[in-house]
């Protein structure tokens, strides 16, 4: 029962860190403008996510694979959107 519950909570937190980042990647399409965004930051971010995903793969954990893999994608589209925009500016 336990095993089940800390599922559960991963499972719920995992949704939520991915989730969030649905908005970002939306107000910076809709602006085509990333300039507040920092691109160190997301960089940092997307290695530490692409880590975390191999991580995953390794101790076969579902939740933390398709977290990670999701939040991979959004963290990239928004870092491809990111350099689209600024090499506009």
């Known amino acids: 029962m336990r095993l089940l519950s800390i599922d559960a909570v991963g499972s719920v937190a995992a949704a939520c860190t991915t989730v969030s980042f649905l ?11 990333a300039r507040d965004i920092s691109l160190i930051m997301f960089l940092l971010f997307a290695l530490g996510v692409a880590c975390w995903l191999v991580y995953g793969i390794d101790i076969r954990s579902g939740p933390v694979i ?12 928004i870092l491809v959107l990111k350099l689209r925009y600024d090499q506009r500016s």
């Open 23 to 33: 908005p970002q990647l939306i107000r910076v399409s809709q602006r085509k403008s």
């Open 66 to 77: 398709a977290a990670n893999a999701i939040t991979q994608v959004l963290a990239l589209a």
